[in-house]
């Protein structure tokens, strides 16, 4: 039992030593990375199909790997709308790590891509800890899970740069203070960002999709030197 | 890294054996153990509320652990229905190990309880890996995750004697077909009995508690040497 921490430290400083490659991979090509964090059952892989839809129209290129612990479900869905998605089977593991990144885009080339979505395995605890190089971690909480869960669960929040408030159309039937969450989160991380959304009626995705055509907007003007 | 798996496989052998000496504990004096695992916002503690609050009129005698990254509101809000109940703080593990339960038993005495709820923390993942000395997992699933968890997440279905399906006052509102998540689920596990729950509405808390105190008076018949 005593060896648990050290090895843990190791994992997580090989972990920071891969993503930082893929951190300069994708700085490098111009492309912004989302890491998408939640609960199992939030709705991250909706809020991505309703995304790429939207994208599909615009000049915005975008990619997907999606991650977990079994089934191909997720990549089925994903790549009904007109990009590449990537399924990364984690065979048990709680989270997804740099490397299975790394090994993930062997098979999903990043030319012309613009934004990466990476949906990480439903768990609201462990993917916090592990770099995947992404620009930003965005954690989508729904309202049906109560707004206790940011200061249960502070180490995601800490590290979030963006919290999807998500399945607002539900929220008449669920017992969730918006204002209590928001209030909660922002304790843990006070520069949290905050975007509300749904998937099925108001108030949609479109100021979420604007966050990223914004982000990715300023990553571009920022680092000038990159594509396209 | 290669070390990981070999720490991973001491760290469950030595979990097994303290579960071990619970499960002799909680045998010895005939107590009903139950280990309620789900997502994070599930509804475990709302559901451990409901059923506290039955049992206090009746014969049997209740007492709860329950488990989180940070925070003791859990424990708070269980503490008010007239029963024991004690929060376990990981401080950033993932889950409830059996040494966390056996030193959490130092401070709530087992003398003169039936049944032992531990309530894991909200994790899909992670406690299905790790024996409590608990006589059943039960898996808490509501109807807003959606009905694709069982095979996303086999682990802890595989492991699971009974599942709630719980939020079933808001299944006009999801997008769920309970149908497919119980043959999904029994796909892994095919002893599996299901529940249908709620707490706010029909079809209410009897059904579960109700199966409770079956398998608490059926323990005590394979057991009759036991207390109480």
Chains 1, 2 share one sequence.
């Not at 964090?37 to 615009?58: D, V, Y």
């Amino acid at each position: 039992m005593t060896e648990r921490v050290p090895v843990r430290e190791n994992v997580l400083k090989e972990n920071d030593r891969v993503a930082a490659g893929l951190r300069a991979a994708f700085g490098g090509r111009g492309i912004f990375c989302v890491n998408l964090i939640s609960s199992p059952g939030a709705g991250k892989t909706s809020i991505l199909e309703g995304t790429l839809e939207a994208l599909r129209g615009s000049s915005v290129r975008a990619a997907v790997l999606t991650g977990d612990i079994q089934t191909e479900r997720d990549a089925d869905r994903l790549r009904r709308h007109g990009f590449p998605a990537l399924q990364i089977t984690t065979g048990g593991t709680c989270h997804l790590d740099a490397a299975m990144v790394r090994r993930a885009l062997d098979s999903l080339p990043l030319d012309g891509i613009d934004v990466l979505f990476i949906e990480n395995v439903g768990n609201l605890v462990c993917p916090a800890s592990y770099d995947l190089g992404e620009d930003v971690k965005v954690v989508v909480l729904s309202v049906t899970e109560g707004d206790d869960k940011p200061l249960k669960y502070p180490g995601i929040f800490r590290r979030a740069g963006l919290m999807l408030l998500h399945k607002m159309d539900l929220l008449p039937h669920a017992r969730f203070d918006p204002a209590a969450a928001v209030a909660d989160a922002r304790r843990v991380q006070p520069d949290l960002e905050v975007v509300e959304t749904s998937c099925y009626g108001a108030p949609g995705l479109g100021a979420w999709i604007a966050w990223v055509q914004r982000r990715l907007e300023a990553k571009r003007a920022a680092e000038p030197h990159a594509q396209p």
